[in-house]
């Protein structure tokens, strides 16, 4: 049967860059790989625990990390900055004593710096946080995904595909429903496809959403 590969990892060196850029021995590639995990995490974690989000949308799109001798570079991705850059003005300064104290990195500076995303609904991930908030709140689950791909469109995209599997809607069995407006070419490396999959939990169970969206022919 057909077997499917992460469109991210299936076009890395084409289309699609490394999230994290560093180089490590293989005694020490471990315990890097762990520190990353702990970095994406805290960052999330202070989201959503310091801002009071309206829309449900974190608006993370991405996290990347270049790290050097003496240096972890963190740019976040965001498509409304605006959550942390205002209110609290030290915000950024709260979130790297934060990482600093989990991490434990004496000799390393550590740097975030913030980077807006254009077209925020281009992005899958928070795409799929919009449509996650839906769910949680009740919306039907057609009615959350074809407003999700309405807004993909308003983005300007060339085709967008949605899908949802697990309990919808609280039925007793499982399934997998999804959705496909414009073309979105999985097999085609040159295609810039960009993709997430995402775990929402709901009062009936956990659900599965995944996003593709083809962007452009590069």
Known sequence: MGQKINPLGF???TTQSHESLW????????????EDKKIRDCIKNYIQKNIRISSGVEGIGRIKIQK??????VIIYMG??????EGKPRRIEELQTNMQKKLNCVNRKLNIAI??????YRNPNILAEFIAGQLKNR????KAMKKAIELTEQAGTKGVQVQIAGRIDGKEIARVEW???GRVPLQTIRAKIDYCSYTVRTIYGVLGIKVWIFLNKE
Not at 115 to 120: D, E, G, K, L, Y
Not at 139 to 142: G, K, P
């Open 11 to 13: 076009r890395l060196g």
């Open 23 to 34: 180089f490590a021995q293989p005694t020490n590639y471990s315990e890097n790989l762990q």
């Open 68 to 73: 050097r001798i003496d240096l972890i570079q």
């Open 80 to 85: 409304f900055p605006k959550l942390l850059i």
């Open 115 to 120: 980077t807006r995303i254009a077209n925020a």
């Open 139 to 142: 919306v039907s689950f057609r």
């Open 179 to 181: 959705i496909r407006e």
